[in-house]
């Protein structure tokens, strides 16, 4: 994959691109930023561009070499990804052994090592020794959601390549140029996903759909009724689903933060889920502004709440009797 198709990073892949063109490449990279945003993908094209028979600017996506790493089988780049939960000493100690090897068919080799904060002790220990005396020609690229999870004494040996957010904008284009979600699902894609690229390409799977918003709809159904026990027995079943609560609760907050603007404005270009716009509408009825400034407030602070990991069936049911009281 050409650097130049990776969505968003700019600022980045220009510094990236400029170290591969000038031949001045870190001995390791590492690329931190939030689940979905893009590492690997970054990561995999600047490995890319490294190993390019071309050796320019960006990969020529045409030669062997490049050829193969898009089949995946171009034995001088070297992925190791968490096996289970981690990385695992034997896998480090397999890299460990192949490392004093010349590169096969390209001028170098790079090992990506995603989701490097998974490494057991004992694996990023011998990882650093490796770091410490690195071979020539040797490239270390590794990914994290926390660079304060890694070894400082390994994160320093690292040039940091931070990775924001993408621009809403582009991540409709992305979805766009792939044929990726239903043309009137894009937008709503793009704003779901906050700013992540990787996030909105999962939920726009075909068959998986839009599942945790039908979550989220199907508790504001149950919000709006107002039958309290109900919305305990509610609280009860979403501790099963708790790791995806964090997201059905931002949805949730879309979803109120759309009455309110809809009530303020009734401008349909500023609402987000816009193919609900007629339940929108009914719904404002009864409802005034200081009620969904107040069910904001309470959601965020819900959110807050899970994120500090306080006790999760009660921070919801709280949730759901403030919700429904205020209706
Ligand atoms: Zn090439």
Request: proline share 4%.
């Amino acid at each position: 994959m050409m650097m130049a198709n990776v969505i968003g990073h700019k600022q980045a892949k220009i510094i990236l691109q400029n170290a591969a063109a000038e031949g001045r490449v870190a001995h390791a990279y590492l690329f931190y930023g939030l689940e979905g945003v893009g590492k690997t993908t970054l990561a995999k094209a600047f490995a890319n561009t490294l190993l390019c028979k071309e050796g320019n600017i960006d990969t020529c996506d045409e030669c062997s070499i490049c050829r193969r790493f898009a089949k995946g089988c171009l034995p001088d780049f070297f992925l190791v990804e968490p096996h289970g939960n981690n990385i695992k000493i034997e896998q480090i100690r397999e890299l460990q052994q192949t490392v004093s090897f010349k590169p096969y068919e390209a001028s170098k080799k790079v090992y990506l090592i995603s989701r490097a904060e998974t490494m057991t002790r004992d694996a990023a220990n011998c990882l650093l020794k490796i770091l410490e005396d690195p071979p020539p020609d040797t490239i270390f690229l590794l990914t994290t959601v926390n660079p304060y999870n890694l070894l400082p004494t390994i994160v320093s040996r690292c040039q940091i390549v931070a990775l924001g957010k993408v621009p809403q904008q582009e991540i409709e284009q992305f979805l766009r140029d792939n044929n990726r979600g239903a043309p009137e699902t894009v937008v709503l894609l793009a704003t779901l996903c906050n700013g992540l690229p990787g996030k909105a390409w999962a939920m726009a799977e075909p068959d998986k759909g839009l599942e945790t918003r039908e979550m989220v709809f199907q508790l504001y159904e149950k919000i709006k009724n107002g039958d309290i026990s109900e919305l305990i027995k509610k609280a009860e079943e979403l501790e099963k689903n708790k790791d995806i609560m964090p997201e059905v609760l931002e949805q949730l907050l879309l979803w109120y933060r759309d009455q309110l603007i809809w009530q303020e404005t009734s401008d349909k270009s500023l609402i987000i889920n816009i193919d609900k716009i007629e339940e929108l509408k009914s719904d404002l009825e009864y409802k005034d502004k200081s009620f969904l400034v107040k069910s904001i407030e309470n959601i965020h602070e819900a959110k807050m709440q899970i994120n500090r990991n306080l006790n999760f069936r009660l921070t919801m049911e709280v949730l759901m009797l403030k919700l429904a009281k205020c209706t």
